[in-house]
Structure formats: structure tokens, C-alpha cells
Nanobody, 121 residues
Framework: QVQLVESGGGLVQPGGSLRLSCAAS????????MGWYRQAPGKQRELVAV???????NYADSVKGRFTIFRDNAKNTVYLQMNSLKPEDTAVYYC???????????????WGQGTQVTVSS
């Protein structure tokens, strides 16, 4: 069984910063990529940022230059540093991991439970 546990969400004023973290644990054989998605009320879930095991990154245009994704492979943990936050960044942020289970040897997507980020004055 694989678990993704997120932390770091909360309420912040416009222009402020937050750091999200997501730790993967359990029956993990290999992690190929980890990332963050978000879903605002009434909108579809969208990619925010992703990082591969080799360190390649990809960002949504709306967060480029403001958000940074990085990971600690030894800890199976991914982070999202969010700076210069805007009200439109308000959403539930979900951690995602593309990994192979050590019990089934299947490669699948796994999701965290989500953490709320609210940007408001």
C-alpha cells in the first residue's frame, strides 16, 4: 500500500509565501515523477508543477517564476515553494506520484488527500 501525505497549506495574504510538502511511503519500488495539481471551486483539476526522478521540471504558465518544485529522493518527498501568491492561486492542492508498487509491480498514479491554500487579505 502506498500513501501520500501532504502538509503546508493554509491562509496567506496576497504576495506572501507558502511551502507545501508531500511524503510518499509504503510499498514503493520506484518513483518516476512527483508533482502538484490544484483544483479551484467550479474548475477542473490542473497541473501546477511536476519533477521527474532525474530532476527535470515542468510548470504551468500561470506559476512560472513564482513557484519552485524540488524533491528529496532519499526521503521520497516533493516540495512546492510558492512565492508572490495571488488570490487566483486559491485552490485545493493535490500531490501526485507516478510510481511502481513493490507489491504489485504495477506502475500507477497515486494521489494525496489534498491541502487547502487560500490567498486572501
Amino acid at each position: 500500500q502506498v500513501q501520500l501525505v501532504e502538509s503546508g497549506g493554509g491562509l496567506v495574504q496576497p504576495g506572501g509565501s507558502l511551502r507545501l510538502s508531500c511524503a510518499a511511503s509504503g510499498s514503493i519500488f520506484s518513483i518516476y515523477a512527483m508533482g502538484w495539481y490544484r483544483q479551484a471551486p467550479g474548475k477542473q483539476r490542473e497541473l501546477v508543477a511536476v519533477i521527474t526522478s532525474g530532476g527535470s521540471t515542468n510548470y504551468a504558465d500561470s506559476v512560472k517564476g513564482r513557484f519552485t518544485i524540488f524533491r528529496d529522493n532519499a526521503k521520497n518527498t516533493v516540495y512546492l515553494q510558492m512565492n508572490s501568491l495571488k488570490p487566483e492561486d486559491t485552490a485545493v492542492y493535490y500531490c501526485n506520484a507516478d510510481l511502481r508498487s513493490s507489491t504489485t509491480m504495477r506502475r500507477d498514479d497515486y494521489w494525496g488527500q489534498g491541502t487547502q491554500v487560500t490567498v486572501s487579505s
